[in-house]
């Protein structure tokens, strides 16, 4: 009777180490997240607010288009710049987007990272052209 409490228990322990390894608890990947390499406006005083939270990335260039670089996790994600941007996403979660067609004065744009059941991620971008 022993032994097979001892081979039941053996069973179970080698079960429970095939597959992958459970995830700790609290560490499971809920949203998109992203950099960009532009600059972030300072927050106004009272960072509390929509605004302070919400302030896009910015850039400057002469001319009508204007590339930049970031990186997105999970590395799958899609990555998207509107209105009429391209972004190329490379296997490690690198990417380059392009605005094109800037016209002069600021630019608008929306870069937004999704993945099947995560929260995208979101940035505002500005780009101003002189």
Do not use: Y
Not at 20 to 27: L, N, R, T
């Amino acid at each position: 009777m022993v032994w097979r409490v001892v081979l039941l228990a053996l069973v179970a322990a080698l079960l429970a180490g095939c597959g992958e390894k459970p995830e700790p608890a609290g560490s499971r990947v809920t949203a998109v997240t992203g950099t960009v390499d532009l600059e972030r406006p300072a927050a106004p005083p009272d960072a509390g607010t929509e605004g302070g939270h919400r302030a896009p990335s910015t850039a400057t260039t002469s001319r009508s288009s204007f590339a930049f670089d970031g990186r997105v996790e999970p590395e799958s994600s899609q990555v998207t710049l509107r209105p009429g941007g391209a972004v190329d996403v490379g296997d490690d979660g690198t990417f380059r987007a392009r605005a094109r067609k800037l016209k002069r004065g600021a630019n608008r744009f929306v870069l937004e990272g999704r993945s099947p059941g995560l929260t995208p991620w979101k940035v505002d971008i500005s780009i101003t052209r002189k």
